[in-house]
């Protein structure tokens, strides 16, 4: 059992929210863009006209253009998008020398709409990459305006740009002071920065051109809650309602500052008496359900999403925040029984698919969390988010292959997707496909430029290529960004080790990892001759030979034509047989892909709650002991799956997820050379299910485990124990695992028989 060196860092990236005020701009954005294209239509029209052009392809482009607009007004997203590229092309072919445009020309404002209009919809899809990289044409079509660069700013904002975003609209500001979604978009970033005096100066600004609009009011009201100005936002609460009594929107101000108050019974009180003054007004429900799903009041939330139910079987959003109540209350099984109610009573299906991924995988159901987000896709195949998400869910569930697979499909459909690549390359890390990996994470890091962590990992998927460069170079770009980025210092680390002699970075090695430090101490003075630039391979391991503690039978030194003959193992594949109702796999060797073939087989399994697995593990000395860990999370629900303890007394846990594939039966065939990584399966498995039978003899009994030291260029590599290993406290160290049926013979079918006879055709 081994872990190979350096270890791999997991990190995630592209999942950022925070609360209401993300709801809010998102909501604003939405607004600010529709005006925005209105705007540029009507101009474009009018210009038209002042031209006095008839040529077809001006008529064709402004009649694509119009169509999609109205379908964005009618909220059909992807039709739209297909009737502005229709637009598109036809200015691509009026004005070919667009399609190559680098710098800014003056323009028509009929051919410059539809850039706008586009990059409005791509936002509203989520697909903030394409919504810049339109808007960035727009940009280079003269003159610009105002509209322009908020666009702009509201896809860099998608994209978690901030800086760059808030530059944008500056530069809105600097065409019209009076911009004002400019004003709005400079307040929600302030927000964000906790910089909260700024963000209520640009509501404000706002709000002195539009006193009437809910989410800027809304927006003053957070700004001077977070200021502990609680006293000034209910006096501006209580001048709203009195100004614009009969808008049911507003009375919500005022229960904000009531329950941020933590007076949650007077906020209920007034939602209570708002919802009398409406009383056949929909949305008043949803305001009252939503502010008690927010403050964890789910009895009335529930009550209210279910009474609006009554009126409107279908209603989708009503749906939607049960299942959310559900989920803040910590009840999975009750969020998936609406989910399944509501899959069958709602027109639009991929919005409540997605709802129960975002459940699933908040309760680390990360391979249900993947199907939900599959169907979604199936709904929804033009929207990158969906894709994005499926493969977080994924990688997470270490189903690196299919997460792999799906990334180049994806990939080739959103090639600009930063978060796509980001998921794509990580999986492709794990599978050891470091070529691919760099592609994927080098466009990730491209579109995601400010991201330090996608340099970092960028970084060290070429540093485990070889490339050491690159993987230079990327590190310190990553710590450019953040200087305190663990995975760029690891990187820059171990190429540091790389510069030194062979036998400096093994004495290295040893030092930092051996288990038993007294044999390190003890043997200082001979480790001090690796450091010798010119000391040989048979010497370093002469060397290690004696340095290592004395009946060592598990830390070992290969190099040379020896280490020539280990690919072998890397390239020995699990053997698979499927007899009836008994499926079979042979488990030779625990390698870095060997947890990835192993879930890949029992991932197509149909119905194996039904069938008896049988894992041989005969011979099998072990391996990497990550790709036990990860075969038992796919085979057990959440547990911890092994502890491992370390020589300076830290330990370190290895979970399992709740998804799990369930079986009949499970048989484990083992021998005396089963030992380490396929004991930790054997123990693991046995400790924690009921239905587990260990037919064989009694194992190994390795109860420690290694790290790696791999350096393919000069034909190198080290072994050296590093940890023990415990199963629910229990380790097996000098004892080995005691099998429930003994087996004298050696064929396969001597271990068989007895599984056989247990097993009903």
Not at 586 to 595: A, L, Q, S, V
Request: aromatic share 12%; proline share 3%; charged share 25%.
């Amino acid at each position: 059992m081994s872990n190979t060196y350096p270890y791999k860092v997991y990190t995630t990236f592209g999942f950022t929210g925070n609360g209401v005020d993300n709801l809010n701009v998102w909501r604003k954005i939405s607004l600010a863009i529709g005006v925005i294209c209105c705007i540029l239509l009507f101009s474009a029209c009018a210009n038209r006209l002042l031209d006095g052009e008839e040529s077809s392809s001006r008529r064709a482009i402004e009649s694509y253009n119009q169509k999609g607009f109205d379908l964005m007004e009618e909220g059909h997203i992807e039709e739209a998008i297909a009737q502005f590229e229709k637009a598109i092309d036809a200015i691509y072919k009026a004005k070919p020398e667009f399609k190559e445009l680098s710098s800014p020309i003056k323009s028509s404002e009929a051919y410059d709409s539809p850039f706008n209009n586009i990059s409005w919809a791509y936002h509203d899809l989520g697909d903030y990459d394409k919504s810049l990289e339109y808007i960035e044409i727009a940009l280079l079509l003269l003159p610009n305006t105002d509209a322009e660069y908020i666009n702009k700013g509201n896809s860099l904002y998608g994209l978690s740009r901030y800086d760059e975003a808030m530059e944008q609209y500056e530069n809105a500001l600097k065409y019209n002071k009076d911009s004002i979604y400019a004003h709005y978009g400079k307040g929600m970033l302030h927000y964000d920065r906790s910089e909260y005096r700024e963000a209520l100066q640009s509501f404000n600004a706002f709000l002195k051109q539009d006193e009437s609009d809910y989410d800027a009011m809304e927006m003053k009201v957070y700004s001077h809650i977070a200021l502990g100005e609680s006293s000034k936002a209910l006096d501006y609460a209580e001048h709203i309602i009195s100004k614009y009594s009969d808008d049911y929107h507003v009375y919500l101000l005022k229960a904000i500052v009531l329950g941020e108050q933590g007076d949650f019974e007077a906020s209920s009180q007034f939602l209570q008496e708002t919802k009398a003054k409406f009383p056949d007004n929909p949305d008043v429900l949803d305001m009252l359900g939503e502010f008690y799903a927010d403050y964890g009041q789910t009895d009335e939330a529930v009550s209210i999403f279910r009474d609006k139910l009554k009126d409107n079987p279908g209603d989708a959003d009503a749906y939607w925040w049960l299942m959310s109540v559900y989920e803040g209350s910590g009840e999975y099984d009750k969020a998936k029984a609406i989910y399944e109610e509501a899959i069958n009573a709602v027109d639009n299906k991929a919005m409540i698919h997605e709802r129960m991924g975002d459940t699933a995988y908040n309760f680390s159901y990360y391979l249900e969390a993947a199907d939900y987000y599959g169907l979604a896709v199936k709904e929804l195949p033009e929207k990158p988010l969906h894709y994005m998400q499926q493969l977080s869910s994924l990688y997470s569930a270490s189903r690196n292959a299919r997460c792999a697979e799906l990334g180049q499909k994806a990939r080739s459909l959103f090639p600009d997707h930063s978060d796509i690549a980001w998921y794509s390359g990580l999986c492709k890390v794990e599978l050891g496909e470091y070529e691919d990996a760099i592609q994927d994470l080098l466009a990730a890091a491209e579109n995601d430029p400010e991201s330090s962590e996608a340099w970092a990992q960028l970084a060290y998927a070429n540093l485990l290529f070889g490339d050491e460069d690159k993987a230079n170079e990327y590190s310190e770009r990553s710590l450019e960004l953040y200087s305190g980025n663990y995975t760029a210092e690891m990187v820059k680390e171990s190429l540091k080790e790389k510069d030194k002699p062979i036998g400096a970075q093994i004495k290295a090695f040893f030092e930092d990892n051996y288990l038993y430090l007294d044999a390190v101490e003890a043997s200082r003075g001979l480790l001090s001759e690796l450091d010798q630039p010119d000391i040989s391979l048979k010497e370093i391991a002469e060397r290690f030979e004696k340095a290592k503690k004395k009946g060592d039978q598990f830390s070992f030194f290969i190099y040379g034509d020896d280490y020539d003959q280990l690919g072998y193992y890397e390239e020995n594949d699990l053997e698979l047989r499927e007899e009836g109702s008994m499926v079979y796999i042979r488990i030779p060797t625990f390698h870095m892909r060997t947890d990835d073939a192993f879930i890949d087989i029992i991932d197509r399994i149909e119905e194996p709650e039904s069938k008896s697995l049988v894992l041989d593990l005969r011979g099998n000395g072990g391996g990497i002991a990550q790709s036990a860990n990860i075969m038992l999370d796919a085979l057990l629900p959440d547990y911890v799956t092994s502890m491992m303890i370390y020589r300076n007394g830290q330990t370190e846990n290895f979970y399992s997820d709740p998804s799990y594939t369930a079986f009949q039966h499970i048989y484990i065939l083992v021998d005396e050379n089963s030992a380490s990584a396929s004991e930790l399966l054997t123990l693991g498995l046995k400790s924690y299910l009921s239905n587990v039978t260990i037919v064989g003899r009694d194992t190994y009994g390795k109860g420690v485990g290694q790290y790696v030291f791999d350096d393919p260029v000069h034909k190198v590599l080290l072994y050296v124990v590093n940890f023990y290993w415990n199963v629910k406290q229990e380790n097996i160290n000098d004892t080995g695992i005691k099998p429930d049926i003994y087996v004298k013979g050696n064929s396969l079918e001597a271990f068989m028989k007895p599984v056989r006879d247990r097993i009903k055709p």
